[in-house]
């Protein structure tokens, strides 16, 4: 079992955290974008269950789909910096072009 820094955590509870409200967020959207033509198109009939059934299927597919990729490039982009079985040391600032980087 690999122990992780507190900083390692801190970083997965944010990315978690994140994944669930943008996650959520666009299954709203696309729950009303499903629902909408029906609310505009209706003369006060309302929405049928069908209709309905429908658009909570799709913001669940969405929801799910959103949480599942934000959370896979995570855990990818946390892999991807270990190189045979260690993390390279980065430099503290990326040289930036028009600007003067820290090692000229």
């Given at each position: 079992?690999e122990?992780?820094?507190?900083?390692?955590?801190?970083?997965?509870?944010?990315?978690?955290g994140?994944?669930?409200?943008?996650?959520?967020?666009l299954?709203?959207?696309?729950?009303?974008?499903?629902?909408?033509?029906?609310?505009?198109?209706?003369?006060?009939?309302?929405?049928?269950?069908?209709?309905?059934?429908?658009?909570?299927?799709?913001?669940?597919?969405?929801?799910?789909?959103?949480?599942?990729?934000?959370?896979?490039?995570?855990?990818?982009?946390?892999?991807?910096?270990?190189?045979?079985?260690?993390?390279?040391?980065?430099?503290?600032?990326?040289?930036?072009?028009?600007?003067?980087?820290?090692?000229?």
């Open positions: 079992m122990h992780r820094s507190q900083a390692e955590r801190d970083a997965v509870t944010v990315e978690i994140f994944a669930v409200l943008t996650g959520a967020l299954a709203g959207a696309a729950f009303v974008a499903v629902c909408a033509p029906a609310f505009l198109m209706a003369s006060g009939g309302g929405v049928g269950p069908g209709l309905l059934l429908a658009a909570t299927l799709v913001a669940g597919l969405v929801f799910a789909g959103r949480v599942v990729d934000v959370l896979w490039r995570f855990g990818r982009r946390a892999t991807e910096r270990e190189v045979d079985g260690r993390v390279p040391v980065l430099p503290d600032q990326p040289s930036q072009p028009g600007r003067t980087s820290p090692d000229s």
